[in-house]
């Protein structure tokens, strides 16, 4: 059920070539129709994936991976919904996703599915999952809810607005934080000069990319980067010794998540420019 990835340190990544790279940190795949698509990261053991109910509705089920009676059992899930209007039946409480709507969900949610509104123009949930020691109460967010924080300059083509749906200023959560970023028409640039958190590891999405278009995906230690190039719709996983910062041929928009230690977004170092290799 689940795409299994184990945790590459960082002495070994920087062996490693296109391919590699890809196999360990890239995730495509993703919204299938009528299929739920979940990769599964043994870095403090993420969930990140698309539920895609075209004309089907979609359970989230727990399987053998998870070892547990239902996949929220000891879990927590934030979703945003990059689609068209769509519902979530969360035990038996229906909410309705129209595009740009998140929901969480703490743990000890029995039952969820997934279902679109209208098949010729379906929702399309993407989502991320981490262990969760306690419940949360469930909480739909409306983008407006999102604490938006605007970031960048024309000059350094990075203008963009990030969106921060799961975070202790919106809902509780564990550990969970997760967000959107829109970048504006002309900017190319998310997250430079780059950033580490040691403390947390993050997931990225990329989409709202057209056919042709590209991002170029950074990643590595600072002064040994690599690249991973993505594509509409794909996801990367960034472990906490990596760099992760994306420039496309395009504007593009990301899904951003992160876990680990703390939820102290601020909680990260500048990687200062001149000290990139
Ligand atoms: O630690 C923060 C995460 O990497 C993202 O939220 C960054 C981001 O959305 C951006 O700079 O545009
Ligand atoms: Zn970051």
Redesign the pocket.
Known sequence: MFDIRYASGPKDAKHYDTARLREEFHVDGLFRKDEVHLAYSHVDRIIAGSIFPVDKTLNLEAGKELGVEYFLARREMGIINIGGKGRILVDGVAYEMERQDGLYIGSETREVSFASDDPADPAKFYVNSAPAHTKHPNVKINIKDASPVR?GTDAELNK?T?YQYVHPNVCKSCQLLM?M?ILEDGSVW??MPC?L?ERRM?VYFYFNMAEDALVFHMMGEPKETRHIVMRNEEAVISPSWSI?SGVGTRRYT?I?G?VGENQE?TD?EVVATKDVL
Do not use: K, Q
Request: net charge neutral.
């Open positions: 970031m963009r990030i967000g970023t998310n997250t950033h958190h993050e992760h990301f951003w992160m977004y990260l």
